[in-house]
């Protein structure tokens, strides 16, 4: 009696077949990378300030004090959102009167924009943000559109799971790559925000959530590219939504899921494409390859059922699952907070989010040497110790040591990005085969909370732009201590059943308990009898 694995092991591992399917998947997901992080350029927020009207009868003087000043980061700037009251110092200008000089600009009275507002177009001819004026009373709707685009994301996880079980993998693969990409053409006719952000929830929901690292990082690189050189949101978008159209002769070469279709019973095009598979290989087919008897045997021997409230079962696994929860949504934080704020740091906005996506590269090595030789807990914790530390650092660089606090950024990025990477590993040998995918599912749902939470710490810089850093950096270093307090699984036997999990002795500060110390001091010795 056969599996799935054992019928097609005459196809070798990684043929000629299986590297061509898994570049045609990658190379399906690079949008992924546009997608994910193209609200950085498409709401970007822009210097601006109170708009005079050219109609308003001022001299020079007064048009240039027109706006309040206040203090940011330490220097004198224009007040983003306030203005003098634009009745009074056109009389004090129809006076002749000086601003200064003659009047208290300290005591005069101020008002909010009321004919709109100048964006600087030093960085971007425009945004969802210049278009509808997403600033000042209205600056909450940014980090809501970020967070709303997560949503989507999470809401199609779920979505596409169940899809893809009920109507096959590539249907649901090239139907979610039609959503996202429909959707953002979409998106380039909105005629106001909330348009704009319905159509980002669903271009979310589209967004496949499994992926290549490396690919996504590929998308990720080149949107600064595009964005330097397409500086008009809406061209941007345009722009983003090829490679999606150029995904769509992939639907010729990419062939189902043959254990999908062995699933469904549809033995015979399942065998077409293990033939064809087995052709490009060069390696001899077998004459049956899938045989109904053998499947029919197996089909009864259903796996026992799981549930949700299992990974709460006892104390000791209640809180694992919980320790796990707190590690990837608070690593989600920061991951996705530090790749947000990239075009926030000083310097170029263009750079600076490359450089944010380049370290990643790094970062995702580190990770794979250290889960190569070293105990998990202390790895993970490591890294996590190294990103918060660096990030509650930002705080004592002066802030025209604009090179220093960007490296520090960056430095904190690989620290969490490392651990990020590590935590699929780590999360999948805590738990027992039967709750395995269910352990991952759910830690996974938890690192999509993060995401959701995470645009609302870079809306924190705009009120002090050390703050972000402080918490971003105190939850890190938090969740490191935290992660000492895990069971080690480095070099250990994976649990088989939930009661082997429940023997793992996850907290090391404690004492033994008194039965286990008796057992070590008069341990038992079985005689057995012939």
């Not at 589209?206 to 008009?232: E, H, K, T």
């Not at 004592?396 to 699929?424: E, N, Q, R």
Request: hydrophobic letters at 50%; one cysteine or more; charged letters at 15%.
């Amino acid at each position: 009696m056969r599996d799935y694995d054992e019928a097609t092991a005459f196809l070798g591992e990684w043929g000629p077949f299986q590297r061509l399917i898994f570049f045609l998947l990658s190379a399906s997901i690079i949008p992924n990378g546009f997608n994910g992080m193209s609200v950085v350029f498409l709401a970007g927020t822009p210097e601006h300030r109170c708009r005079v009207p050219d109609t308003a009868n001022l001299s020079s003087a007064w048009r240039n004090h027109s706006v309040p000043r206040r203090l940011q980061d330490g220097q004198e700037v224009p007040h983003s959102c306030r203005r003098y009251r634009l009745e009074a110092i056109s009389n004090f200008s129809a006076l002749g009167l000086e601003p200064g000089r003659d009047v208290d600009l300290e005591q005069l009275e101020q008002e909010s924009c009321l004919d709109g507002w100048e964006f600087s177009q030093d960085v971007y001819l425009s945004t969802i943000v210049t278009e509808w004026n997403l600033v000042c009373e209205q600056d909450w709707k940014t980090p809501l559109t970020s967070s709303l685009f997560f949503v989507g994301v999470l809401l199609g996880s779920f979505v596409s799971g169940q899809l893809s079980d009920r109507f096959g993998r590539k249907n649901v693969l090239f139907a979610t790559m039609a959503v996202q990409t429909g959707f953002s053409f979409l998106q380039i006719f909105s005629i106001n925000w909330e348009m704009f952000t319905v159509l980002f929830v669903i271009v979310g929901m589209g967004q496949i959530s499994n992926y290549v690292v490396a690919f996504i990082l590929v998308g990720y690189m080149l949107l600064p590219l595009f964005a330097y050189f397409i500086r008009d949101w809406r061209k941007l978008l345009l722009a983003l939504t090829v490679p999606g159209v150029l995904c769509v002769p992939l639907w010729w070469f990419i062939p189902e899921s043959p254990r999908w279709l062995v699933s469904q019973r549809r033995l015979k095009e399942a065998e077409d494409i293990i033939q064809k598979a087995a052709k490009m290989n060069n390696v001899a087919v077998p004459v049956v390859i899938f045989d109904p008897v053998e499947l029919q045997e197996l089909k009864p021997l259903k796996q026992q059922k799981v549930f949700i409230l299992d990974l709460f079962r006892t104390r000791n696994i209640a809180t694992i699952t919980t320790m796990s929860l707190l590690l990837w949504m608070l690593t989600s934080v920061g991951y996705f907070a530090l790749s947000l704020n990239s075009p926030n740091l000083h310097g170029d906005a263009y750079l600076n989010c490359f450089l944010s996506a380049l370290i990643e590269v790094p970062a995702y090595i580190t990770a794979w040497l250290l889960l190569r030789t070293l105990p998990r807990r202390y790895i993970i914790a490591g890294v996590l110790f190294l990103g918060g530390g660096v990030l509650l650092l930002i705080q004592l660089v002066p802030a025209d040591y604009d090179f220093l606090s960007i490296g520090l950024v960056m430095l904190g990025k690989f620290g969490i990005t490392s651990a990020f990477s590590m935590l699929y590993v780590f999360t999948a040998e805590l738990y027992p085969t039967l709750v395995r995918n269910m352990a991952v599912g759910i830690t996974s749902m938890a690192s999509r909370v993060g995401s959701i939470i995470a645009p609302y710490f870079v809306y924190l810089g705009a009120y002090n732009r050390v703050l972000p850093y402080i918490l971003m950096g105190s939850l890190t270093i938090l969740i490191g201590i935290i992660t000492l307090f895990f069971p080690e699984t480095f070099g250990m036997v994976l649990p088989e059943s939930l009661e082997q999990m429940q023997k793992v002795k996850w907290f090391r500060a404690g004492e033994k308990t008194r039965n286990s110390m008796d057992n070590e001091e008069n341990p038992k010795v079985l005689i057995t009898a012939f």
